[in-house]
């Protein structure tokens, strides 16, 4: 049997924000729609499911993104994920330069949760708390090549 990671879904409080953020860091988005109907109640296991959606791909194309803003029912806020709780952990990305990635990130008022941390001079990381309070880790290679 095959199997492929096809992407990553987040549902967040403000779509619009969300994917300010991450088309600032690089990513692109490859579409969006509003879902609601029969399908998506079973897909998803909520009656009444409707949302707006984005998918968003990283330059590479490898990794993509997709967002949910629940128009219905009513999105349920939680306390943002901390870095030992158990579940969906963080997302993580591989950025050419840490200290431009963390300027664009600041412009949305995202900051790293502590510092920047060096992993044995392979590399430069940190993690910072995005939009909807995701966890998103930036990493640099430091040793490139």
Same mark, same amino acid.
């Given at each position: 049997m ?33 879902? /609601? ?7 998803v296991?909520?009656?009444? @499911? ?15 993104? !997709?967002?949910? !803003? ?6 349920i $806020? ?5 870095? @030992? $709780?158990?579940?969906?952990? /963080? ?5 050419d @330069?840490?200290?431009e ?5 600041? /412009? ?11 992993y ?19 990493a640099? $290679?430091?040793?490139?090549g």
């Amino acid at each position: 049997m095959g199997i492929k990671l096809e992407n990553v879904g987040i549902a967040v409080r403000d779509i619009e924000a969300t994917i300010a953020f991450f088309t600032d860091l690089g990513l692109t988005v490859l579409g969006r729609d509003t879902v /609601r109907g029969e399908w998506t109640d079973t897909a998803v296991g909520l009656d009444g @499911n409707h949302a707006k959606i984005a998918m968003l791909q990283t330059p590479d194309g490898q990794g993509r993104l !997709e967002l949910f !803003e629940y128009l219905h029912p009513d999105a349920i $806020e939680t306390e943002p994920t901390l870095p @030992n $709780e158990i579940g969906m952990h /963080r997302v993580a990305f591989s950025v050419d @330069n840490l200290d431009e990635a963390l300027a664009i990130a600041a /412009r949305h008022g995202c900051h790293p949760l502590r510092g920047v941390a060096t992993y044995e001079d392979v590399y430069k990381l940190t993690y910072v708390r995005g939009p909807s309070g995701i966890l998103v880790m930036l990493a640099e $290679e430091l040793k490139k090549g």
